[in-house]
């Protein structure tokens, strides 16, 4: 087994539960706190065509991101969509006033711009993360090509992305190992976990347990905090590499975060696993769908009812609520 980075992503997944509104002070304080951990990287947020909002930590420029995060002993990353128009030559040449890892997220149909967009922040001086974005659905030979596609252009890693929570256990280890078998060298092997299922943490120990021949990334959150079915909770996994991996990370100091900061939210608008996002899972559907159908006040049984649908109709991985409230006028009707 190689060496094991953990990167945190608290700021960033977690912003699907407040919109972003950490707050300025409160979120250089949780960079703080989160190095003082030990973890190896720290994303602050998404780099988007938006409006700059004081206290919203999402951003437009990389100037606005060195303003608020000073350097730290961990690395800084921001991610960024392909698909969703940011111009890669927005981004500076990388120094030390800029972010070191920029983690790119490309859907499969935009592969070929994703690819570009990666060589192009390469060029620039940034480690580069792929994210292959619902990595389930491609297949074996698909996925070997896109690693060897990727590969081609040494990113810092290549990710298993399990955006809709839905993978088990032996499907994140093939991919992993096609991943492992089809890596070049010195490229990190990562995974990304949604809990939908409750299969974060049993996952990650996974990974972490096969004998792989790259080294390893994985995401976490504080408290698992992330949209819906949140992320890998991030003291249980420090803990666990402390315990069995021999590591030294200071995890009191997320209890501090979680109090002064995170505690709020969750009781403001709770995460972490519930039965509609299991059967978003359970269906391959899009975990959008599943506040708009707790408003639309449906049974669990007809939310099920209306996933099943969708799955079999095979409309259930775009969010789109004019055709959800079509599916769920007929399941009102029966």
Request: some cysteine.
């Amino acid at each position: 087994m190689g060496k094991i980075q953990v990167l945190d992503c608290t700021l960033r997944d977690g912003g699907y539960v407040n919109d972003w509104m950490f707050g300025d002070k409160e979120a250089t304080d949780i960079v703080r706190l989160l190095s003082c951990t030990g973890v190896d990287y720290i994303e602050v947020g998404f780099i988007k065509l938006c409006d700059y909002i004081a206290d919203k930590i999402q951003f437009s420029r990389m100037e606005q991101v060195a303003k608020l995060f000073k350097p730290t002993n961990q690395k800084l990353a921001l991610i960024v969509e392909v698909g969703y128009g940011y111009p890669v030559d927005l981004f500076p040449e990388r120094s030390e006033n800029t972010v070191d890892l920029v983690r790119v997220i490309m859907w499969k149909r935009m592969l070929k711009e994703g690819l570009e967009y990666c060589r192009e922040l390469k060029r620039k001086g940034y480690e580069v993360g792929v994210q292959a974005t619902r990595t389930e659905q491609y297949s074996d030979e698909e996925f070997a090509d896109f690693v060897k596609m990727f590969s081609d252009i040494s990113p810092k890693g290549i990710y298993i992305v399990d955006t809709f929570g839905l993978l088990r256990k032996e499907s994140l280890l093939r991919y992993a190992t096609i991943a492992d078998e089809n890596l070049a060298a010195n490229i990190l092997l990562g995974y990304h976990a949604h809990n939908n299922m409750q299969q974060a943490f049993s996952n990650a120990v996974a990974m972490v347990e096969h004998d792989w021949q790259h080294d390893l990334m994985l995401d976490a959150s504080v408290l698992g905090m992330g949209r819906g079915a949140g992320n890998l909770c991030l003291e249980l996994f420090l803990k666990y590499l402390n315990e069995v991996e021999g590591k030294e990370y200071e995890i009191d100091f997320l209890f501090e975060i979680a109090d002064k900061y995170l505690m709020n939210f969750y009781h403001q608008a709770p995460w972490g696993y519930s039965m509609p996002y299991f059967l978003s899972a359970l269906n391959g559907c899009n975990p959008s769908y599943v506040d708009y159908l707790i408003k639309c006040n449906l049974t669990i049984s007809q939310i099920s009812l209306v996933f099943s649908m969708m799955k079999n109709r095979g409309v259930g991985v775009t969010y789109d609520t004019t055709l959800c409230d079509s599916i769920i006028k007929e399941v009102r009707g029966i």
